[in-house]
């Protein structure tokens, strides 16, 4: 069964940094994609990027290129993405996810206010 643990999140303020991680289990995950969405409030989710199975490649939403970034430590079973400038529109909740197989996270909650 896939289990997905993000931790991380919290207040922050405009200019500001997050490191958000995400523990996973359940599923062999070296060999699974990686992917990151996250959902302001009142907005549909948003996918933020993606990473592949060996860390090698990563793609991100033109919203936060530049500013994010991911990496994973497939000894370690997880999966971390590093904010950087943070805008208040970053506000959301971020959702790790695991493409194969399929499975989310519960989420956690990063707030950009002054």
Not at 50 to 72: E, H, P, Q
């Amino acid at each position: 069964q896939v289990q997905l643990v993000e931790s991380g999140g919290e207040l922050v303020q405009p200019g500001g940094s997050l490191r958000l991680s995400c523990v996973a289990s359940g599923f062999t995950f070296s060999n699974s994609v990686m992917l990151w969405y996250r959902q302001a409030p009142g907005k549909e989710r948003e996918w933020v990027g993606t990473i592949g199975a060996d860390g090698d490649l990563a793609n991100y939403a033109d919203s936060v290129k530049g500013r994010f970034t991911m990496s994973r430590d497939n000894g370690k079973n997880s999966f971390d993405l590093q904010m950087n400038n943070l805008k208040p529109e970053d506000t959301a909740v971020y959702f790790c996810r695991a493409l194969t197989p399929d499975g989310w996270g519960q989420g956690t909650q990063g707030t950009v206010s002054s």
